[in-house]
């Protein structure tokens, strides 16, 4: 069984609707207050070497990366790589549906990234 000690951070993990042009604001982007929870649980979250900046539509972009274990639950094997979390004050968007890590299989491994146009 994982350590309790390693989960110290919150994470809410958050799902955006089956677009249609309801959940659409006034400038046709998606709006952030539509989104569904899926779960609130604890992480541990760790931050995949130092950040790294490229010029994107004509901007400067700096990006972070993140690695983030949950424990393994029903809940948590729904969540896939459209789906978003929210941690350290920041949103992530996963790249992958969850993995499972350890000699137990008993967590699941996610991959995050903010800063970059998705």
């Known amino acids: ?11 809410l993990f958050q799902r955006a609707p089956a677009s249609d042009d309801d959940d659409l604001d006034d400038y046709g982007n998606e709006a952030d207050d539509i989104l569904a ?12 070497g130092p950040g790294s900046e490229k010029l994107g539509a004509g901007r400067l972009e700096a990006t972070e990366v993140i690695t983030l274990r949950v424990r393994d639950s029903a809940v948590m ?6 789906d978003r979390v929210t941690a350290r004050g920041k949103v992530w968007n996963l790249q992958s549906a969850g ?3 350890g000699r137990k299989r008993d967590v699941l491994e996610f991959t995050g990234i903010t800063g970059a146009a998705q």
């Open 1 to 11: 069984m994982a350590r309790a000690g390693n989960f110290r951070e919150r994470a």
């Open 37 to 48: 929870e899926i779960a609130t649980v604890w992480a541990d979250i760790r931050m995949e």
């Open 77 to 82: 094997r729904g969540v896939t790589a459209g």
């Open 99 to 101: 993995v499972h890590v």
